[in-house]
């Protein structure tokens, strides 16, 4: 039994070690042999090997198979935590680290940098950094000096123009923006002929390339920047003539933004050549050098703007009359903005720098605090040029002043959109990304979303606001005036038009509409599936549907009556159970306004029938009482010589359709003799007509010697009886008490 077991024992040793042996060497043969061996023969040999094993060492091998598995999965594990490196909090405790210490290092590198900025001003002295120094300053002096003479004389040559800039007062914003562009590109004009025989004579006089060079360095720096700021500054601001500015800031501020950016950017140019004075001398500085100065440009337009803050919001604010809220609380808003970005951007490219990162550079971070700072600017200059393309108000009244002003509004919120997205677009250029290739396939798929997501948003509200513009416009156009009428008016005088009662529930439509349309698209570019959404807003219009019908009624009714054009806004109209002006229409019901002031609410599916009383012309007849001895024929001639006299007056020429008068008697009571004449106005016009009648009417009758009738008591005596006056009039306030005591017929 030992001896046959001792075989079995070592055959099954061998057998597992020659198993994890062929297991180690799987891949090397598999790589070694895939190109000779088939499939097939591969999955033969594989199926022999495990038949040549008993179920014991088939175990055994299947154990050992998943332990090297796991083993291999750990140490892949561990290779990529390795690989992905430090976490987000390491990273960021790394960059403070590294900004900290190149705090440190450059304050601790002030002594070196002051040593450095002497030694090359020393050197520059010496003439070992741009030569010698007297020929450095002859040859800055010559530049200047030609420049300064080729500006002086295209300045003679269009002296003509400048006295007539200097003395023509403008009377509008068109001639405002037209003197000063004329002044901005004579200025502009000599500017250029400056720097191009500037450069010429630079280049043509000075013979050293070294000394050429810094010498150029200095005009164009320290001179033909500040120059050409302050000539861009006298175009936006006027600090010296207020009657040419085209922003709305009081003399003091102009004139202190004016000093302080031209005084700021000659510190900059300065600044620039002593760095490259630097660089030539060989002082190794520079760094510390550019962060303080970057430091102290930073600080000074801070508090330049600080000091500003509230002329800048005046700017923002421009002379509007009645600015939105929205709009002042961003004039509020902007400065404190400016400075809390400006701080942001320097922080951002001494981080960069810590970093090693030479993506932001100084002159990148300027041109970017030099957009936030002149963006109110370009804000006013926006709100003017659509104060000139909004179309003028073409309706009368307030409701059509509100619409006109709701247009411009629109007009001036999608130019902002517009301002807003170049300069966002700007400042990315800028610093180096582009935008508008991240919305695109070559785009990161986190960035692409979130742009094409912005770009989404951005889309639905440009269309908010165009169907605002369009509605407003169309408000604005077919709003008739709203009218005073007399105090004795019970019912609402013409109507809005159609399309102006229609409008504002299409409004209404197309923007709930625009809201679904863009939340639904833009959660689904963040990845939000909207099929159940739609599937469950599905349902509830089905819930709604079935479980409130009188709702549907309602609306459906309501659409009806549209379609039907059977009322309009302002007109008055009798439901049956209400009457009263049309104040609002929505999509369930009508909100009346009733005679005596009170508000009726009524759901378009109650309305049975409905009279209106307002549309195309209203017939108003009115009756008069005269004496049973009274010339009819003669009442009849004065109506009409009444009814043509009112046509004649200019205040009711338009509004009167048909003439008063006379239809003759139409009835006879116990007093007298009824009368009657009839008049067609335009609806609500009919009651100051009326008035003018009765008036008229009155005076007439008195002059014709025509009295209108009143009730009398007659008291009839026999012959014999005689009364003395107290007992007359005793007798006759009997009878006038008896037959005011009189039961009325009905329907009196």
Do not use: C
């Given at each position: 039994?030992?001896?046959?077991?001792?075989?079995?024992l070592t055959?099954?040793?061998?057998?597992?070690v020659?198993?994890?042996l062929?297991?180690?060497s799987?891949?090397?043969?598999?790589?070694?042999?895939?190109?000779?061996l088939?499939?097939?023969?591969?999955?033969?040999?594989m199926?022999?090997l495990?038949?040549?094993?008993?179920?014991?060492?088939?175990?055994a091998?299947?154990d050992?198979?998943?332990?090297?598995?796991?083993?291999?999965?750990?140490r892949?594990?561990?290779?990529?935590?390795a690989?992905?490196?430090?976490?987000?909090?390491?990273?960021?405790r790394?960059?403070?680290?590294?900004?900290?210490?190149?705090?440190?290092?450059?304050?601790?590198?002030?002594?070196?940098?002051?040593?450095?900025v002497?030694?090359?001003?020393?050197?520059?002295?010496a003439?070992?950094?741009?030569?010698?120094?007297?020929?450095?300053?002859?040859?800055?002096a010559?530049?200047?000096?030609?420049?300064?003479?080729?500006?002086?004389?295209?300045?003679?040559?269009?002296?003509s123009?400048?006295?007539?800039?200097?003395?023509?007062?403008p009377?509008?914003?068109?001639?405002?923006?037209?003197?000063?562009?004329t002044?901005?590109?004579l200025?502009?004009?000599?500017?250029?002929?400056f720097?191009?025989?500037?450069?010429?004579?630079?280049v043509?006089?000075?013979?050293?390339?070294t000394?050429?060079?810094?010498?150029?360095?200095?005009?164009?720096?320290?001179?033909f920047?500040?120059?050409?700021v302050?000539?861009l500054?006298?175009f936006?601001?006027?600090?010296?003539?207020?009657?040419?500015?085209?922003?709305?800031?009081d003399?003091?501020?102009?004139?202190?933004?004016?000093r302080?950016?031209?005084?700021?950017?000659?510190?900059?140019?300065?600044?620039?050549?002593?760095?490259?004075?630097m660089?030539?001398?060989?002082?190794?500085?520079?760094?510390?050098f550019?962060f303080?100065?970057g430091?102290?440009?930073?600080f000074?337009?801070?508090?330049?703007?600080?000091r500003?803050?509230?002329?800048?919001?005046?700017?923002?604010?421009?002379?509007?009359?009645?600015?939105?809220?929205?709009?002042e609380?961003?004039?509020?808003?902007?400065p404190?903005?400016?400075m809390i970005?400006?701080?942001?951007?320097?922080?951002?490219?001494q981080?960069?720098?810590?970093?090693?990162?030479?993506a932001?550079?100084?002159?990148q971070?300027l041109?970017v605090?030099?957009?936030?700072?002149?963006?109110?600017?370009?804000?006013?200059?926006?709100?003017?040029?659509?104060?000139?393309?909004?179309?003028p108000?073409?309706?009368?009244?307030?409701?059509?002043?509100?619409?006109?002003?709701?247009?411009?509004?629109?007009?001036?919120?999608?130019?902002r959109?517009?301002?807003l997205?170049?300069?966002?677009?700007?400042?990315?250029?800028?610093?180096g990304?582009?935008?508008?290739?991240?919305g695109?396939?070559?785009?990161?798929?986190v960035?692409?979303?979130?742009?094409?997501?912005?770009?989404?948003?951005?889309?639905?509200?440009?269309?908010?606001?165009?169907?605002?513009l369009?509605?407003?416009?169309?408000?604005?156009k077919?709003?008739?005036?709203?009218?005073?009428?007399?105090?004795?008016?019970?019912?609402?005088?013409?109507?809005?038009?159609?399309?102006?009662?229609?409008?504002?529930?299409?409004?209404?439509?197309?923007q709930?509409?625009?809201?679904?349309?863009?939340?639904?698209?833009?959660?689904?570019?963040?990845?939000?599936?909207?099929?159940?959404?739609?599937?469950?807003?599905g349902?509830?219009?089905?819930?709604?549907?079935f479980?409130?019908?009188?709702?549907?009624?309602d609306?459906?009714?309501?659409?009806?009556?549209?379609?039907?054009?059977?009322?309009?806004?302002g007109?008055?109209v009798?439901?049956?159970?209400?009457?009263?002006?049309?104040e609002?229409?929505?999509?369930?019901?009508?909100?009346?306004?009733?005679?005596?002031?009170?508000?009726?609410?009524?759901?378009y599916?109650?309305?049975?029938?409905?009279?209106?009383?307002?549309?195309?012309?209203?017939?108003m007849?009115?009756?008069?009482?005269?004496p049973?001895?009274?010339?009819?024929e003669?009442?009849?001639k004065?109506f009409?010589?009444?009814?043509?006299e009112?046509?004649?007056?200019?205040?009711?020429?338009?509004?009167?359709?048909?003439?008063?008068?006379?239809?003759?008697?139409t009835?006879?009571?116990?007093?007298?003799?009824?009368?009657?004449?009839?008049?067609?106005t335009?609806?609500g016009k009919?009651f100051?007509?009326?008035?003018?009648?009765?008036?008229?009417?009155q005076?007439?009758?008195?002059?014709?010697?025509?009295?209108?009738?009143?009730?009398?008591?007659?008291v009839?005596?026999p012959?014999?009886?005689?009364?003395?006056?107290?007992q007359?009039?005793q007798?006759?306030?009997?009878?006038?008490?008896?037959?005011?005591?009189?039961?009325?017929?009905?329907?009196?």
């Amino acid at each position: 039994m030992t001896g046959a077991w001792k075989p079995h024992l070592t055959s099954s040793v061998f057998s597992i070690v020659f198993a994890v042996l062929f297991l180690f060497s799987i891949p090397a043969i598999a790589q070694d042999t895939t190109s000779t061996l088939p499939p097939a023969l591969q999955k033969e040999a594989m199926e022999k090997l495990v038949s040549d094993l008993d179920p014991e060492q088939v175990d055994a091998l299947t154990d050992l198979m998943t332990l090297l598995q796991q083993s291999a999965a750990t140490r892949e594990l561990q290779a990529t935590g390795a690989e992905q490196g430090p976490g987000f909090i390491e990273s960021v405790r790394t960059v403070l680290a590294d900004f900290g210490a190149m705090v440190v290092g450059h304050f601790k590198n002030l002594p070196a940098l002051f040593t450095g900025v002497f030694v090359s001003i020393g050197a520059l002295f010496a003439g070992s950094v741009a030569g010698p120094i007297h020929i450095l300053i002859g040859s800055i002096a010559l530049i200047l000096a030609a420049g300064f003479a080729a500006e002086f004389l295209i300045n003679r040559l269009t002296a003509s123009k400048r006295d007539k800039i200097k003395t023509q007062m403008p009377e509008s914003l068109y001639e405002t923006v037209k003197l000063v562009s004329t002044r901005a590109g004579l200025d502009l004009g000599g500017l250029i002929v400056f720097a191009i025989v500037a450069y010429v004579v630079g280049v043509v006089a000075v013979i050293d390339p070294t000394t050429q060079t810094y010498a150029l360095m200095a005009v164009y720096w320290i001179v033909f920047i500040p120059m050409l700021v302050a000539a861009l500054l006298r175009f936006a601001l006027a600090p010296h003539r207020r009657e040419l500015r085209l922003v709305t800031a009081d003399d003091a501020t102009a004139k202190s933004l004016y000093r302080s950016f031209t005084t700021l950017f000659a510190v900059v140019g300065m600044a620039f050549f002593l760095r490259n004075v630097m660089v030539g001398a060989g002082q190794s500085a520079e760094g510390t050098f550019r962060f303080f100065v970057g430091f102290g440009i930073n600080f000074w337009i801070i508090a330049v703007i600080w000091r500003a803050r509230h002329g800048l919001t005046s700017i923002i604010l421009g002379d509007d009359e009645e600015p939105t809220s929205g709009l002042e609380r961003m004039a509020q808003f902007w400065p404190y903005f400016s400075m809390i970005f400006i701080a942001f951007n320097w922080l951002l490219v001494q981080v960069a720098a810590s970093m090693g990162m030479e993506a932001l550079a100084a002159g990148q971070s300027l041109a970017v605090i030099t957009l936030v700072i002149f963006a109110p600017f370009l804000d006013t200059m926006v709100r003017g040029i659509v104060s000139h393309i909004v179309p003028p108000m073409q309706g009368e009244g307030p409701i059509a002043e509100a619409a006109h002003m709701q247009t411009r509004h629109s007009y001036v919120r999608i130019a902002r959109v517009a301002l807003l997205a170049f300069l966002i677009l700007m400042v990315g250029r800028i610093y180096g990304l582009n935008l508008l290739a991240l919305g695109a396939n070559d785009g990161s798929a986190v960035a692409r979303n979130s742009v094409v997501f912005l770009l989404i948003l951005a889309a639905g509200y440009l269309a908010w606001e165009i169907t605002n513009l369009w509605v407003s416009h169309q408000l604005a156009k077919d709003s008739p005036p709203t009218e005073s009428q007399d105090d004795d008016a019970e019912m609402g005088g013409a109507g809005k038009s159609r399309l102006a009662t229609i409008l504002p529930l299409i409004r209404v439509v197309l923007q709930v509409t625009i809201i679904i349309l863009t939340g639904l698209l833009a959660l689904s570019q963040l990845g939000v599936n909207i099929t159940p959404l739609l599937a469950g807003a599905g349902v509830i219009g089905l819930a709604v549907g079935f479980g409130a019908q009188t709702l549907v009624r309602d609306v459906v009714a309501g659409i009806f009556f549209l379609l039907d054009d059977a009322f309009r806004m302002g007109e008055f109209v009798n439901t049956g159970g209400a009457q009263g002006t049309i104040e609002k229409i929505s999509v369930r019901s009508l909100q009346l306004r009733g005679t005596k002031g009170a508000v009726h609410i009524v759901p378009y599916g109650e309305i049975s029938n409905l009279t209106n009383l307002s549309r195309d012309w209203v017939i108003m007849k009115l009756q008069f009482t005269v004496p049973f001895d009274t010339d009819v024929e003669k009442v009849r001639k004065l109506f009409k010589k009444i009814g043509q006299e009112i046509m004649e007056m200019e205040e009711f020429q338009e509004d009167i359709l048909a003439p008063f008068k006379g239809q003759g008697v139409t009835g006879v009571d116990d007093v007298g003799i009824l009368v009657r004449g009839k008049f067609t106005t335009k609806p609500g016009k009919q009651f100051g007509v009326r008035k003018e009648i009765y008036k008229r009417v009155q005076k007439a009758f008195e002059e014709n010697g025509i009295q209108f009738a009143r009730k009398e008591v007659r008291v009839q005596l026999p012959e014999n009886v005689k009364l003395d006056d107290e007992q007359k009039e005793q007798l006759t306030t009997a009878a006038a008490a008896a037959a005011a005591a009189e039961p009325k017929p009905a329907g009196t």
